[in-house]
């Protein structure tokens, strides 16, 4: 008899619980006892939550740190091309056979009993690190943090809040206020709190539970600064002045998550080479992520291919000021916009601030997602944000051969979500 593989185990975790996300910790306390409490084991935590930034900090965080000489495990959500990405074991992706018995595990621990998929993923990836020598924990919150999965950790030795915006008003709140405080869950009483660039009512909410759990925080704009002079990352905090490398992650909101993770390895005790190489050793795919090379790179050729996986109106922003920024630095080559993206999106949010900086925008359904929008109301939305030259297509291939025969020049920007992004990485192989 064959044995079962990672998909197939996966797959049948998906029908353990019938809601998508159903936010409490009861099902995650139930199968963290079953599984010996691996929580309590964990090498130290740094917990990362945020409505954007988060995966770029945690992964300039692990570049620091592993400079150091660290062994670092690093927790993340969603994966993009194969699940194993979501659990950096010791500084590596987990192995098949590995993830394999872990799976196993935890569903034989939680035997019939209802679960999220993300809750006994977590929890899987909690056994792992438990069980695994390691210097540091890196965690980033799936969603919120109050009620997160990831939300079990007694006394991390640090937490990190990167900016907060409006996503996933439906289980977080319809205001700022509502889902900063639903991030602000992660704080504990004691552990110093990391805060990056906020809304004045996100910061407010931050602030009164830091005060009243008496746990120390550091804030951007009034205990740490960073920002860009003569093309180099000036970051400067009480312990004096760090001047660094442009981070090779790129856009202008990385110079921001840089700051981020630098005044998170500082509060770790790092030095200026730890801080240096988070900013140039970092990687981080579908982040402004040029593909030069694999199937969908040469099918786009001459024409250049990127990649970015935002989804929100803050990430849309971001997105625009990158867009801007490399416009002013190669006018002559324009950028055409593929876009697919979900229903739990707003997607007017994301596509407005983009009309401006994009030639044309080609919309598609996201391949295998049924809460994909369609292709017709993708491109209905782009043109009420204010595009021009907006069509439809079926597929990346064929939006990327169009786009190419048309303007061979051009600067192809694949976008708008995670689960497109992961789509793109596993055609482009």
């Keep these: 008899m064959t044995a079962p593989t990672s998909d197939a185990i996966l797959a049948r975790m998906m029908s353990l619980h019938p809601k998508v996300i159903d936010l409490t910790l009861d099902r995650v306390w139930r199968l963290l006892h079953a599984l010996g409490d691996p929580q309590d084991r964990l090498p130290p935590v740094i917990h990362i939550a945020?409505?954007?930034?988060?995966?770029?900090?945690?992964?300039?965080?692990?570049?620091?740190?592993?400079?150091?000489?660290?062994?670092?495990?690093?927790?993340?959500?969603?994966?993009?091309?194969?699940?194993?990405?979501?659990?950096?074991?010791?500084?590596?992706?987990?192995?098949?056979?590995?993830?394999?018995?872990?799976?196993?595990?935890?569903?034989?621990?939680?035997?019939p009993d209802p679960i999220t998929f993300f809750e006994i993923t977590t929890c899987a990836a909690f056994a792992a690190f438990a069980d695994t020598?390691?210097?540091?924990?890196?965690?980033?919150?799936?969603?919120?943090?109050?009620?997160?999965?990831?939300?079990?950790?007694?006394?991390?030795?640090?937490?990190?809040?990167?900016?907060?915006?409006?996503?996933?008003?439906?289980?977080?709140?319809?205001?700022?206020?509502?889902?900063?405080?639903?991030?602000?869950?992660?704080?504990?009483?004691g552990v110093p709190c990391i805060v990056g660039p906020q809304h004045d009512a996100g910061l407010a909410v931050i602030e009164r539970r830091a005060a009243r759990l008496g746990a120390p925080l550091l804030v951007h704009g009034q205990h740490w600064h960073v920002g860009v002079e003569r093309g180099r990352l000036i970051y400067q905090d009480d312990h004096g002045l760090l001047d660094l490398p442009l981070p090779v992650l790129r856009g202008p909101h990385q110079v921001t998550n840089a700051g981020v993770a630098i005044a998170a390895l500082r509060a770790l005790g790092m030095e200026g080479a730890a801080c240096e190489a988070a900013v140039t050793g970092a990687v981080w795919p579908a982040r402004m992520q040029r593909l030069d090379s694999g199937a969908l790179a040469d099918l786009a050729r001459p024409a250049e291919l990127w990649l970015d996986g935002g989804h929100n109106p803050a990430a849309g922003v971001a997105l625009a000021q990158t867009l801007a920024q490399a416009l002013r630095e190669m006018p002559g080559r324009p950028f055409h916009l593929i876009c697919g993206m979900l229903n739990t999106k707003d997607i007017g949010g994301y596509l407005r601030p983009l009309a401006g900086v994009a030639e044309t925008l080609t919309a598609i359904a996201i391949p295998g997602e049924a809460n994909s929008i369609p292709a017709n109301d993708t491109a209905a939305a782009a043109i009420a944000a204010g595009f021009t030259g907006v069509t439809t297509t079926s597929n990346v291939q064929a939006a990327i051969s169009a786009i190419r025969d048309r303007t061979p020049q051009a600067r192809i920007l694949i976008c708008g979500s995670l689960y497109l992004a992961g789509h793109v990485l596993r055609e482009n192989t």
């Design 50 to 111: 945020g409505t954007n930034g988060k995966g770029s900090t945690q992964a300039m965080m692990r570049a620091g740190l592993e400079a150091a000489g660290d062994v670092v495990h690093a927790y993340t959500s969603p994966h993009l091309a194969r699940f194993h990405e979501r659990i950096r074991l010791a500084g590596e992706i987990i192995s098949e056979e590995a993830l394999t018995a872990l799976l196993d595990r935890c569903v034989v621990a939680n035997g």
């Design 133 to 189: 020598p390691a210097n540091w924990t890196l965690l980033e919150v799936g969603l919120g943090g109050r009620l997160d999965a990831t939300n079990v950790i007694a006394a991390p030795r640090l937490t990190v809040i990167t900016p907060v915006d409006l996503d996933h008003q439906s289980y977080l709140g319809d205001t700022l206020t509502e889902i900063a405080g639903e991030k602000a869950g992660i704080i504990k009483r």
